[in-house]
């Protein structure tokens, strides 16, 4: 999973990632996140970005065969 933010001062951003599956699940506190699915489904993966104060956050999904 990649997040690109656009604006503002990038090295002021902070990223917080969850996912839908807990057997895999999902941390970083970058841009990217990276994890391995085993089993099929969808998955989705959320992000929310912080920069000086205001904050967004944005969810999406795959599906793994």
């Known amino acids: 999973w ?3 933010v656009a604006g503002g001062n990038p090295g002021y951003y902070s990223y917080s990632w ?3 599956d807990p057997q895999y699940p999902l941390w ?3 841009n ?7 089993t099929p489904g969808t998955k989705i993966a959320t992000v929310t970005v912080n920069a000086n104060g ?3 956050t944005k969810t999406c999904s795959t599906f793994v065969q």
């Open 18 to 20: 969850s996912g839908s």
């Open 32 to 38: 990217t996140v990276t994890t391995t699915y085993y």
């Open 54 to 56: 205001s904050t967004l």
């Open 28 to 30: 970083s506190n970058q």
């Open 2 to 4: 990649y997040a690109v």
